[in-house]
């Protein structure tokens, strides 16, 4: 039962103001409802989310004399013309929710074909006032009005149920009648009707208005605290739920001033959700939700900030200060679900963040990586324009450390040379987090060497509990250390309480011209009957592109230590059985690795497999390097240098006759150190 029944009922007698006494007067946060009526007493005529009929010139004269946007517009009439002239529509399709089996979310591309084809033609209909465009993006609106709910099936009770909630969501949760596909659907549907309005009738503006009502609205007003994500601050979808739903309420003011509680409840919301983002914008989710969240939400605080006159800033956090700090130093950071390396996002979700940080490292990332081919060339590029007046500079230093959420970067520079990334976190995020304390992604020039297991479609069964059996999540699909088969452990079951003491730490992180070096602490990532205590340290010599990782792993005498590396490019053990050659996307060898021991071991490829309830590709055939040895002693140093295949008369040894390892190497003539100490690292060359 509830704790807040008791609450929600005192609410029926109390004036809708006590929803945000926590943020009124008095408080050091903004009241939300105070400053969202202001909105309501406003005289606004539609188009006013987004631009108005004014602010709309600016972006005519763009089109008029830039180029770029002249061809933007272009290719956008293009695709107009192209959906007036269509008579075919996709058929109604059964909201299945097993579509994840088949891989064929066919009841979301129905959605996305009326709701882009109607947010292209209201846009077309603003910038030429053809009332044609007008006319058929409501008759898209329309198609969407009719369903009955905006909710993925994947997202319905059937499947989603047994889900382990992400953290600040309940375990008792059994209304899901309000999911991201609701959020965005009702965002476009605001935007057109914001942008039809003077185009179209009473009766079908009342439908479009119905339809956000019946399908977003009214799904939540007054029952916030019943869905899981509005108490999910640390969660992609709060974000796209409180955006969606929020700019549905602003774009209904004309009509329903009294939605202002909507409009409050949803920048409270969006708020506490970007609070999430550490000051070093660094998001628990990885680098792929941290945008997905965002991506077209931001309309929301965009429009709250306009029509506020500046009164509420939702853009103002301490984490969207630098808002592509995580996107353009964790390029190679592919950890977590929905993992990918590379730059991440859409060129005008930055362009606005860009505008309102005024931040010039994210001008860098937009200007580098999102530009050309990787540049936008949707509507919203023309609504949020590339800023002119921020210099883009690269950062002096490419390596970077984000202590908020325990990721780490290593490199002399983002696009050449080896590359580590690292990653020793609480395990604080069932939903998408990875049991994967202590393990790395080493990436050269254009080929991943060790990495993550590929993460493909999600099954229906992924998010729940069933989730700590999949490779992807599970500690043995990750490049860490296992004793006598020992994972790493679940901090959160479905219908079992929260463990906060569980996961790993990075305890030093340093850059230096010369090398980089992280030092970890995963033991209590680990139950601790095998594993007593694992610590790891990753060096990058940035002149010779040399990686060097020291483990020291306590257990018992005797115990099956396996030291696990997933490649990613092709691996071959050498015959010798103590290397291994990678083999690049151009043939040749691009890394080898060479284990470093004072006691016997084996080196091997095997084969894991990732299971999936698919119809198609349902088992993949994973490979897995194991470096597997007996522990001679109660405390077992294990070394392993990976460094350029075209180097020669490389030599490396390890050195434990002293109070700390060295890792000792040889490189065209000249000798360098790593002294391993507890707290640092010791570089040196002679």
């Not at 109390?14 to 005289?43: C, M, N, Q, R």
């Not at 009332?131 to 319905?156: I, P, S, T």
Request: charged share 25%; hydrophobic share 40%; aromatic share 12%.
């Amino acid at each position: 039962m509830r704790k807040n029944i008791k609450y929600a009922l005192c609410c029926l007698c109390i004036v809708p103001t006590l929803l945000f006494a926590g943020h009124g007067k008095g408080t050091s946060g903004p009241d939300y409802l105070a400053i969202s009526e202001t909105i309501a007493d406003g005289k606004w005529e539609h188009p006013y989310l987004l631009f108005d009929n004014r602010s709309k010139q600016a972006m005519l004269d763009r089109v008029k004399n830039d180029p770029e946007y002249a061809q933007i517009m272009d290719l956008l009439l293009q695709q107009g013309r192209r959906i007036m002239l269509n008579t075919a529509e996709p058929q109604k399709v059964f909201n299945d929710p097993a579509s994840r089996y088949y891989q064929l979310p066919s009841w979301e591309s129905y959605m996305g074909f009326y709701l882009g084809g109607a947010q292209l033609l209201a846009f077309l209909y603003q910038m030429t006032d053809d009332e044609a465009y007008a006319q058929k993006a409501f008759r898209y609106a329309d198609k969407l009005c009719e369903l009955e709910g905006w909710v993925a099936g994947a997202h319905r009770f059937d499947v989603i149920y047994p889900r382990v909630w992400p953290y600040g969501a309940g375990d008792d949760e059994v209304v899901f009648s309000f999911d991201i596909s609701t959020g965005d659907c009702a965002l476009g549907l605001a935007l057109v009707y914001d942008w039809i309005y003077p185009a179209i009738n009473k009766a079908q503006r009342d439908r479009i208005r119905g339809g956000l009502l019946e399908n977003a609205i009214l799904r939540v007003r007054g029952s916030w605290e019943y869905h899981w994500w509005a108490s999910a601050e640390k969660c992609n979808w709060a974000a796209i739920c409180y955006g969606g739903v929020g700019l549905a309420a602003l774009s209904l003011l004309t009509e329903d001033p009294n939605l202002t509680d909507v409009v409050a409840r949803s920048c409270e919301g969006f708020a506490k959700m970007v609070s999430n983002y550490g000051d070093d914008n660094g998001w628990a989710e990885g680098r792929s939700y941290a945008f997905y969240g965002i991506r077209d939400a931001i309309a929301f605080p965009d429009a709250v900030k306009r029509l506020t006159g500046n009164k509420l800033d939702l853009f103002d956090a301490p984490g969207w200060k630098h808002p592509a700090d995580f996107a353009l130093f964790g390029l190679t950071g592919a950890f977590n679900d929905g993992a990918a390396a590379g730059p991440v996002g859409f060129s005008y979700t930055y362009n606005k963040l860009v505008t309102e940080s005024r931040d010039e490292t994210a001008m860098y990332y937009l200007q580098t990586y999102l530009s050309g081919k990787n540049r936008s060339h949707s509507m919203w590029e023309l609504i949020w324009s590339r800023p002119t007046d921020v210099k883009a500079v690269k950062p002096p230093v490419a390596s970077n450390y984000f202590p908020s959420i325990d990721w780490a970067f290593m490199r002399r520079d983002f696009d050449e040379g080896v590359q580590v990334a690292v990653k020793c976190a609480p395990a604080d995020d069932p939903h998408h987090g990875h049991l994967d304390a202590g393990s790395f992604i080493l990436t050269r020039n254009a080929d991943v060497i060790v990495g993550e297991v590929e993460q493909r479609f999600y099954d229906q069964f992924f998010f729940n509990d069933l989730r700590f059996d999949y490779l992807y999540v599970r500690s043995l699909g990750h490049n860490v250390v296992h004793v006598n088969g020992e994972e790493q452990m679940i901090a959160k079951r479905k219908d079992q309480p929260r463990r906060k003491d569980i996961g790993g730490k990075i305890e030093r992180f340093d850059a230096s011209p010369d090398c980089d070096y992280t030092i970890m602490d995963a033991t209590k990532a680990y139950p601790g009957k095998q594993l007593k205590e694992w610590k790891r340290t990753i060096v990058l010599d940035k002149e010779n592109d040399i990686v060097l990782i020291l483990d020291r792993v306590a257990c018992n005498r005797g115990d099956k230590i396996d030291a696990l590396f997933h490649p990613v490019a092709a691996a071959t053990v050498n015959s010798d059985g103590k290397t291994v050659r990678f083999t690049g996307k151009s043939g040749q060898t691009a890394m080898e690795m060479r284990p470093l021991l004072n006691t016997p071991f084996r080196l091997t490829s095997q084969t894991q497999y990732a299971v999936r309830v698919v119809k198609d590709d349902p088992v993949q055939a994973i490979p897995c390097l194991y470096l597997t040895l007996q522990a001679p002693s109660a405390g077992t140093v294990i070394g392993t240098a990976f460094y350029p295949g075209e180097l020669k008369g490389f030599d490396v040894s390890l050195d434990e006759s002293g109070k700390y390892p060295v890792i000792r190497y040889t490189v065209k003539g000249k000798a360098y150190a790593c002294e391993f100490q507890e707290k640092e690292v010791i570089f040196s060359k002679t």
